[in-house]
């Protein structure tokens, strides 16, 4: 029975999509739950599955096209046979691998390309899809709640250090593609708030050896104790920005035309780098959290932006977001606000370096801090104290449970 592909119903803040990738194309065999088209908006990468096994039928809206919420993008026959992507006979031996470990146990195509390129066993995955099936979200899922062994195996390749095989090649090439709309999004984003915002940016440093003797004493107990998750200084530092966000609610605030909003509850935004962009998926409550659930979700939201597999309303919202690029090396930095929030804290790489103390030169690992703020919203000295309020719990963190 022939039915129509539509895409996904968008939130109210998504007017519209395009097209981004076709991963069947017309009279191919697809299976339950297997990934047939990605739509690409101005937030998320949306995923449109098979319904049930069968063919795809035709398809109406073409890669790059623009469709609506619900509009239909092509069709797909129930129950019909087609042309497979690849043969049985031209599969990889991992295939046969995957299907002798997995036994009784049924993956969806997506699923068994997944747990072949990472050197899964099947059988250690929860499946939860319709009569046991292993989908796609449940080896992403897996993935997310586990580190990467296998890394190191293919690292030895050296072509795997080309990231991009269309790259223009010889002297002087030139390659020319169109902004992805998650890219063109960011880039808006950026640009209002840099032009229609009093964006100033205060510095302080903050000496981590406390907070890393913290860790280095408790880590293997906090690990034992919360099923093998790390204790990491995200966590800490989202912890420490709750407790200095409720002494300062102006910079926990946000501006709407001519009226500030203030918040009551703090949802702290933790940028996350992705292949397509930076997204800033959103911790609710974070003053509530444990710092095990705070490291668990950032793990998670990590893991779903490498996958695309973010939703909207993850990333939708937030009160405050903390940006950490000391992970990819950068030692100072002026972040830009996210709005209509009116202040991020950046972090950055820790470095040792010689320290007055008492008198004495001493080398410490020291971080410097930025917060960017709105000075329509956030006056300088609320900003400055703020930083430093986060500056002393780092520095003592017995502050942060005393809320002193």
Do not use: C
């Not at 966000?245 to 935004?269: C, T, W």
């Amino acid at each position: 029975m022939s039915t129509e592909i539509k895409a996904p119903t968008f939130p109210e803040s998504v007017a519209d999509g395009t097209i981004a990738t076709w991963h069947k194309q017309a009279g191919e065999h697809v299976a339950r739950d297997e990934l047939i088209v990605d739509i690409e908006t101005d937030k998320v990468v949306l995923e449109v599955v098979a319904p049930d096994d069968g063919i795809i039928e035709s398809i109406v809206k073409n890669e790059g096209e623009i469709v609506l919420s619900g509009e239909v993008i092509g069709k797909f026959l129930a129950g019909a046979t087609g042309t497979t992507a690849s043969s049985a006979s031209d599969a990889p031996t991992a295939t046969n691998e995957v299907a002798a470990a997995a036994d009784d146990l049924i993956l969806s195509p997506a699923a068994k390309k997944m747990v072949q390129e990472n050197n899964l066993n099947p059988n250690d995955i929860t499946a939860t899809g319709k009569d046991g099936r292993l989908t796609k979200e449940d080896v992403v899922n897996h993935l997310a709640a586990k580190p990467a062994v296998s890394a190191p195996a293919k690292s030895v390749v050296a072509p795997a250090l080309v990231t991009d095989p269309d790259a223009p090649q010889g002297a002087r090439a030139e390659k020319r593609v169109p902004m992805t709309r998650l890219r063109a999004s960011i880039a808006r984003r950026l640009l209002d708030a840099s032009q229609n915002t009093a964006m100033l940016t205060t510095f302080n440093e903050v000496n981590m050896k406390p907070l890393m003797d913290l860790r280095k004493q408790y880590k293997e107990i906090f690990q034992k104790k919360h099923d093998g998750t790390k204790l990491g200084f995200m966590s800490l530092f989202v912890k420490a920005s709750a407790e200095a966000l409720k002494r300062f609610p102006a910079v926990n605030a946000s501006i709407d035309g001519d009226e500030m909003v203030y918040h009551g509850y703090q949802d702290i935004g933790v940028a996350v780098s992705s292949e397509k962009g930076l997204v800033v998926p959103i911790l609710r409550d974070a003053d509530g959290m444990s710092l095990a659930k705070i490291e668990n979700s950032i793990k998670e939201f990590g893991g779903k932006a490498k996958s695309g597999k973010l939703s909207i309303e993850e990333i939708t919202g937030g009160t405050f977001t903390i940006s950490n690029g000391g992970v990819f090396g950068s030692l100072m930095s002026t972040p830009i606000l996210n709005p209509p929030q009116t202040a991020i804290l950046g972090m950055h790489k820790i470095q040792e370096r010689p320290m007055a103390v008492d008198g004495e030169v001493v080398i410490l690992p020291m971080m410097y801090l930025a917060l960017s703020y709105d000075h329509r919203m956030i006056d300088g000295k609320e900003a400055v104290q703020f930083l430093v309020a986060i500056k002393e719990m780092i520095e003592d963190p017995a502050r942060i449970l005393l809320e002193i």
